[in-house]
């Protein structure tokens, strides 16, 4: 298993979850991450997703969160992320800070 790994993530924030400033309620972000999903597994580009949707500022860089290694991520994403092959997208992973799609990228 590699020591690093390079993904990207869509991120729903919703009232109450670590840092957010989002209004949407966890209903709410939990219903919108899974027509994320649906849409990437229908074809749609991760990254177009990414800029449109997510709430954290890697958005911006149609997800791209670079490479990190074991203990830079909350233990949920780190898991997923770690555990998958590279162009695989995750399941929705909830963390403290809200629901992640996540993309191995290398």
């Known amino acids: ?3 690093q790994v390079r993904a990207s993530h869509i991120l729903l924030m919703y009232e ?3 840092r957010s ?3 949407r309620s966890q ?3 939990q219903t ?3 027509d994320l999903k649906s849409q990437i597994e229908g074809g749609a580009a991760f990254a177009d997703l990414a800029k449109e949707h997510s709430d954290c500022p890697s958005g911006n860089e149609g997800g791209d969160l670079g490479h990190f290694g074991k ?3 909350v ?8 555990s998958m092959d590279v162009g695989e997208t995750s399941d929705v992973v909830e963390t403290s800070f809200g629901y992640h799609l ?3 990228t290398e």
Do not use: K
């Open 102 to 104: 996540i993309q191995r």
């Open 16 to 18: 109450g979850s670590m």
């Open 21 to 23: 400033t989002a209004t």
């Open 75 to 82: 233990p949920e994403f780190e898991e997923s992320a770690f």
């Open 71 to 73: 203990g830079m991520m």
């Open 1 to 3: 298993m590699s020591d």
């Open 27 to 29: 209903d709410e972000a």
């Open 32 to 34: 919108l991450i899974q």
